[in-house]
């Protein structure tokens, strides 16, 4: 049984950068062909797929986060982790990991295994 776990600050300040991991447990980040994702949801909205690091490494991000996202691993503590910079109060949301068989970006039916996620409050 594979399971996700977030971790990370509840609260962050604006123009401040938010940073969770996704710990992982039951299966490798690196086995062929998962791929790991971020994904958040802001009060009142749907889900909203922000990037995913596959199991070589390769990393793909939605265009509209792109240049201020950035996801990595660590493969040594089976955990890959989000940075979010420059926050504003629009980034407010429940925060989860999630694994899919493949990168399917925001094609949530074919994810098998989420987090419970977590809530990130921006604001100062």
């Known amino acids: 049984q594979v399971q996700l776990q977030e971790s990370g600050p509840g609260l962050v300040k604006p123009s401040q950068t938010l940073s969770l991991t996704c710990t992982v447990s039951?299966?490798?980040?690196?086995?062929?062909?998962?791929?790991w994702n971020w994904i958040r949801q802001p009060p009142g909205k749907g889900l909203e797929w922000m990037g995913v690091?596959?199991?070589?490494?390769?990393?793909y991000y939605s265009p509209s986060l792109k240049s201020r996202t950035l996801i990595s691993r660590d493969t040594s503590k089976n955990q890959f982790s989000l940075q979010l910079y420059s926050v504003t109060p629009e980034d407010t949301a429940v925060y989860y990991c999630?694994?899919?068989?493949?990168?399917?970006?925001?094609?949530?039916?074919?994810?098998?295994?989420w987090g419970q996620g977590t809530q990130v409050t921006v604001s100062s």
């Open positions: 999630a694994r899919s068989r493949a990168i399917v970006y925001s094609d949530y039916d074919r994810y098998d295994y």
């Open positions: 039951g299966g490798s980040i690196t086995t062929s062909y998962y791929a």
């Open positions: 690091i596959a199991y070589d490494g390769s990393t």
